[in-house]
């Protein structure tokens, strides 16, 4: 796992994330395509690394509704 602070990217805020305390998830565009994810109230913490190809394919299955999110 990598920590969020060690990546070079910009970091923005999930459309779904609110200012009341719950769930607050960031995102990041990699130069190598790939994707962060990591939690905004922690910017120091972790952070998840999804290839390209496999994130397209979450984002995918989240909007054809398959998934209950």
Wanted: hydrophobic share 35%; aromatic share 8%.
């Amino acid at each position: 796992m990598t920590n969020a602070r060690d990546l070079p990217v910009e970091w923005f805020t999930s459309s779904y994330s609110n200012d009341q305390g719950g769930e607050c998830v960031r995102g990041a565009h990699c130069p190598n395509g790939s994707m962060a994810v990591s939690d905004s109230k922690d910017p120091c913490g972790p952070a998840l690394l999804f290839p390209a190809p496999s994130w397209i394919a979450f984002v995918d299955e989240v909007n054809s509704g398959r998934l209950d999110v």
